[in-house]
């Protein structure tokens, strides 16, 4: 198995609304990312977990809430959010810190929709 | 951060080869170049990666040059399924685990 799974493909949700993205992945990498894109955007980084403890948070808003529950699974938890933050959530996973011969593996991503 | 300077855009026609420049002059000593293209609204796809010597696969071929300040990808013969915005990278090896995007190249290829 060499994906990145992630569900859902599609999400629209209110501004006041609770939602939760997931990531999967089984190709035993211990490192999982997100990144957010916005329309014509290159990816932007948002958060690093690496052997499931949270190493890099690119100050993103607490409205963002990520958790890695276990080595194959990534989610991000979504509350209060608004309009701008519609974009493309991609999930990414490597290998963490392994010598260069290993790239990441992105998801399809889930398109938010913050209405 | 990104450190990396692509061109925003190129066109190629379909059969020929498709050569997209990268600058990373600022690239230190054990700093990999990587290439990612993504298809429109799909989640970026590996292509490539080297530290110093030319590298070859199925996908494409990557030129670096002997100062190690750019790069080139090449697309042997353009399909038009290669249409999407390709991403150089550059990352350090074992420190830490950031994988920045710069702006990319979108290339169009045209029938």
């Known amino acids: 198995d060499t994906e990145v799974t992630q569900t859902p493909k599609h999400l629209v949700m209110g501004m006041t609304n609770k939602k939760s993205l997931k990531c999967e992945q089984h190709?035993?990498?211990?490192?999982m990312y997100w990144y957010k894109q916005k329309a014509k955007k290159p990816p932007e980084l948002m958060f690093v977990y690496s052997y499931e403890k949270l190493s890099i948070n690119e100050s993103v808003p607490s409205r963002f809430s990520p958790e890695c529950p276990n080595s194959s699974l990534l989610n991000l938890h979504l509350h209060a959010l608004q309009p701008e933050d519609s974009a493309l959530y991609l999930c990414?996973?490597?290998?963490?810190?392994?010598?260069?011969?290993?790239?990441?593996?992105f998801g399809s991503g889930t398109r938010l929709t913050v209405v | 951060d990104a450190k990396t300077t692509q061109p925003p855009s190129m066109d190629c026609a379909e059969g020929r080869a498709a050569n997209l420049p990268c600058n990373h002059s600022t690239i230190s000593g054990n700093e990999y170049v990587y290439w990612y293209r993504q298809i429109h609204s799909q989640g970026p796809q590996y292509i490539i990666h080297?530290?110093?010597n030319n590298e070859t696969n199925e996908m494409a071929s990557l030129i670096i040059t002997e100062d190690r300040k750019s790069s080139t990808l090449i697309l042997p013969h353009a399909t038009l399924r290669d249409t999407a915005v390709y991403y150089c990278?550059?990352?350090?090896?074992?420190?830490?685990?950031?994988?920045?995007f710069g702006t990319g190249t979108s290339l169009t290829v045209i029938p």
């Open positions: 990278i550059v990352r350090p090896s074992f420190t830490g685990n950031q994988f920045y």
């Open positions: 080297g530290l110093k």
């Open positions: 190709m035993g990498h211990r490192a």
């Open positions: 990414a996973s490597s290998h963490p810190g392994r010598p260069n011969g290993y790239g990441y593996t």
